[in-house]
């Protein structure tokens, strides 16, 4: 009897480290994150962008405009060290199409937008005027493997904050160079809607913003020498 009780007692303790090295570990994992928000971009210029849609299609024109969605808040390190970041205006994208027909524009930026550390969602506010359009997220990885990300459809009124989720098959980071971007984002597909490619279609985007772990970013020794040469 003695010996049974001494063997259940040896099991719970051996049984009790496990579940605590396992508790541990999980934690440690955790802990290696810092998730924060950032804006990417604040889409003020419209010449820093430029349309693309096939000339059989239809005409499609950029254009700056004042504005902002009202219930867009602004992100804490802003609003708490009193940055001056321009806020004020939008982009606008104007189309006129020529026929009905299965068709896509894009709105690209002029040059690749790099996100810091491993971003885990992507948003962007846009005014789709109600619409049965989809928008797209055009985003190219650590490798420069383009990949098209389904945002949802423009079918709302007024402004609306759209997000998506970065897939975990993306490949991000390249543990030989810790210098180098993961997501870079290049851009915005419209794929359209067949019985609504007609007349004249108007689209607006503010505020790029992605919520991304900079745990490596912060960690990296500031010392080494970038592979940029």
């Known amino acids: ?66 504005g902002a969605p009202d219930s867009k808040e602004p992100l804490e390190d802003e609003q708490q060290f009193g940055l001056g970041v321009a806020d004020v205006n939008v982009i606008g994208a104007k189309v006129d199409f020529y026929h009905r027909g299965i068709m896509d524009f894009a709105v690209m930026s002029s040059k690749p937008i790099p996100i810091e550390g491993i971003t885990k969602t992507v948003s962007v506010w846009v005014a789709g005027r109600n619409t049965e359009h989809r928008l797209e997220l055009i985003i190219s990885d650590s490798s420069g493997t383009i990949t098209i990300l389904p945002m949802g459809k423009l079918n709302f009124s007024g402004w609306k904050q759209l997000t998506v989720t970065i897939p975990s098959h993306i490949k991000q980071q390249d543990y030989h160079y810790q210098d180098r971007p993961g ?24 505020d790029i913003r992605a919520v991304t772990d900079l745990y490596t970013e912060e960690n990296r020794d500031v010392d080494d020498i970038p592979d940029t040469w």
């Open 183 to 206: 997501v870079m984002i290049k851009g915005f597909n419209i794929k359209c809607n067949l019985d609504e490619t007609y007349g004249r279609y108007y689209v607006y985007f503010d």
């Open 1 to 66: 009897m003695k010996k049974l009780v001494l063997t259940l007692i040896l099991s719970a303790t051996v049984l009790s480290g496990v579940f605590a090295q396992v508790e541990s570990g999980d934690t440690e994992v955790t802990a290696n994150q810092r998730l924060k928000e950032i804006s990417i971009n604040k889409m003020e210029d419209s010449g820093l962008w430029y349309a693309v849609m096939p000339s059989d299609n239809g005409l499609i024109s950029l254009r700056t405009f004042p």
